[in-house]
């Protein structure tokens, strides 16, 4: 009898799927480290989050709300945009993939930036479509490169502004400019997850009302400090919302991440507060590594990422912030053998830093 006939299989595509593989969080033989390794905010949520989130024992037995229409209000206060526009998912990956599902097949393909975030390239496999690459210019996305790639079967281009792990991006100009010369009939991601970094930047929700072709994401997971809880947003055309509405599962985010997403979102001062110091601590620490000789890009975001001449020096600078219980992410996977990326925590930890790397490079 032929074994393998009775293998039970998945699906072809789903035999080809990358895993991603998240940064490190522990470090064997070492209680006490800090983790810098997934750009979350180390600050955690305010204290008005952690009371409200004890106040929520009682209702845990509920289901929570499946049209997620509290948050959905709160979104759209914050940001004066229509509330029926937004879809809420459980953390942006989940978006990420929904789109891919929804909207590429076999046969397709998803175009994404060079050093882009590796969810798209992996959930455009997962959803039978060619994932093809976009170089970029300096780590910079290039609409230009964009834009040679894209061919009769391009479905989907996925952009994250600013872009992980680079930190860099692109004017809000330079993706109209994009917009403009793409078929309208492929769906332009613009990827916010670390948009609220920004002043003064609303991460593309103004060209989503502009182009029914433009979808954005944001999270919950950065600058509010509740990557633990899995809520992420879109925003873009109510066709789009509906179709994600109908595949994605009814209640696709508990109630405690509803309820807390909702309350953070209102509090802008916040908000406001972690923006500022993340400026403060990432500027200052990029300007002492540049002081050391290292190379590293302006980032807008929370994390720099930090480039060694040679991959042997990048080996001793993990190896050597680990001993020390720092967890950096090495950022081989994104086409950066020789990159190191750090997550902004507090100035304490930033100096930290700052002083191991000046050990270790003997200035
Ligand atoms: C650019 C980008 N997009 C999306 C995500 C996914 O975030 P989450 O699923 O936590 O919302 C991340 C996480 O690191 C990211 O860096």
Redesign the pocket.
């Known amino acids: 009898m032929n074994k393998s006939k009775n293998k039970i299989m998945p699906s072809k595509q789903f035999l080809k799927v990358p895993k991603y593989i998240s940064g490190e969080h522990a470090i064997e033989g070492q209680a006490s480290i800090t983790k810098l390794s ?2 979350e905010n180390l600050n955690g949520p305010s204290e008005k989050i952690k009371n409200i989130y004890n106040s929520l024992q009682d209702s845990l037995f509920e289901y929570p709300e499946s049209d997620h229409l509290s948050l959905r209000q709160a979104i759209s206060d914050v940001y004066n945009i229509d509330k029926e526009k937004i879809f809420c998912g ?5 978006i ?1 993939q929904l789109l891919c599902r929804c909207y590429s097949q076999v046969g397709d393909e998803v175009i994404y930036t060079e050093h882009g ?1 590796l ?1 798209y390239k992996i959930s455009a496999i997962a959803a039978g479509a060619k994932p093809v690459k976009a170089d970029e210019n300096n780590r910079v996305a290039s609409v230009d490169n964009i834009l040679a790639r894209v061919s009769k079967t391009t479905r989907i281009v996925f952009l ?1 502004n600013p ?2 792990p680079t930190g860099t991006m692109i004017g809000l100009d330079e993706i109209k400019r994009l917009r403009k010369k793409l078929c309208p009939n492929i769906l332009l991601v613009l ?1 916010g ?2 948009a609220e970094y920004i002043e003064n930047y609303d991460g593309g929700l103004k060209l989503a009302d502009e182009f029914h072709n433009i979808f954005i ?1 944001r ?4 600058i509010y400090g509740l ?1 633990g809880l ?3 947003w879109g925003y873009g055309s109510q066709d789009i919302v509906n179709v994600l509405n109908t595949v994605r599962s009814p209640f696709n985010i508990s109630s405690v991440g509803l309820k807390l997403a909702e309350i953070s979102i209102l509090d802008k001062k916040f908000v406001e507060k972690q923006r500022r110091l993340n400026r403060e601590n990432r500027d200052s620490l990029r300007k002492k590594l540049l002081a050391l000789g290292l190379e590293v890009d302006l980032s807008y975001a929370n994390f720099l990422l930090l480039r060694f001449s040679e991959r042997q020096q990048l080996l001793k600078a993990d190896n050597f912030l680990k001993k020390n219980g720092l967890i950096a992410r090495r950022v081989e996977s994104y086409g950066l053998p020789n990159a190191l990326r750090l997550t902004i925590a507090t100035g304490e930890i930033c100096n930290r830093v700052h002083s191991l790397l000046k050990e270790l490079l003997g200035k």
Not at 90 to 94: I, P, T
Not at 219 to 222: G, V
């Open positions: 997934a750009n459980a953390g942006s990956d989940e990420i975030f969810m994250a872009n992980n990827d997850a670390y994401t999270t919950f997971s950065k990557g899995r809520v992420g």
